[in-house]
């Protein structure tokens, strides 16, 4: 079975810097693209960015509102994704979701889901 | 920037029929864009309910089907629930830098 579980959201000030994970387990997630998606509170969802697989090249792609302010790594021998979060905006302020991207019959889509981790940015 | 649109908001009663949309604010909607549907309940994390168009995720009910309808994606529910109450969301790839982008949801009431 599936499992993602996000961690390390944190009450953190404007400005500041904050890395949360998301732990994987229950497929090959060395093989796996990897996204963060969020939804900040009375707004709809939102994707942050992508990670590749390394046999994919290990790149990344980010939406235009975290571009050049949030990073997405991976450590395949922990089976962890990372988001690197820096210079943080109130608006920042949401639930963060790690979805899985299978690539089944060469579509595009999330698979599955973690339940999220709350970063809230207040001064 | 790319804008996907979405209706607001959908009232359906109990045992009907709803079809929700998803269109581009520039162009129309194709199965290249790979159009994809999210569903999502308070306190719950999204669950992936169509992708690649019309291909429904496993374990999603067969009254949930994927479509392209004129020049837009659809989402159609038949014979809704009360727990089909939620937020809808589609999403299309911009193909140019594999880039997804979420329509802005639409939330489903069934009263």
């Known amino acids: 079975e599936v499992q993602l579980v996000e961690s390390g959201g944190v009450l953190v000030k404007p400005g500041e810097s904050l890395r949360i994970s998301c732990a994987a387990s229950?497929?090959?997630?060395?093989?796996?693209?990897m996204n963060w998606v969020r939804r900040a509170p009375g707004k709809g969802l939102e994707w942050i960015g992508r990670?590749?697989?390394?046999?994919?090249?290990?790149?990344?792609a980010y939406g235009a509102s975290v571009q050049g302010r949030f990073s997405i790594s991976r450590d395949d021998s922990r089976k962890t994704m990372f988001l690197q979060m820096n210079s943080l905006q109130i608006e920042d302020t949401a639930v963060y979701y790690c979805?899985?991207?299978?690539?089944?019959?060469?579509?595009?889509?999330?698979?599955?889901w973690g339940q999220g981790t709350l970063v809230t940015v207040s001064s | 920037q790319t804008v996907v649109t979405q209706e607001p908001s959908f009232s359906v009663s109990p045992g009907g029929t709803v079809t929700l949309t998803c269109a581009l604010r520039?162009?129309?909607?194709?199965?290249?864009?790979?159009p994809s549907w999210y569903q999502q309940t308070p306190g719950q994390p999204p669950r992936t309910l169509i992708y690649n168009t019309n291909t429904r995720s496993y374990g999603v009910p067969d009254r949930f089907s994927g479509s392209i309808l004129g020049s837009r994606a659809a989402l159609t529910i038949t014979g809704a629930q009360a727990d089909d109450e939620g937020d809808y969301y589609c999403v299309l790839y911009m193909t140019s830098d594999i880039s997804a982008v979420f329509g802005g949801g639409t939330h489903l009431t069934v009263l």
């Open positions: 229950g497929f090959s997630f060395s093989y796996s693209w």
């Open positions: 990670i590749k697989s390394k046999i994919d090249g290990g790149t990344t």
């Open positions: 979805t899985t991207e299978p690539l089944i019959d060469a579509a595009y889509f999330f698979g599955s």
């Open positions: 520039s162009g129309s909607v194709s199965t290249s864009y790979y």
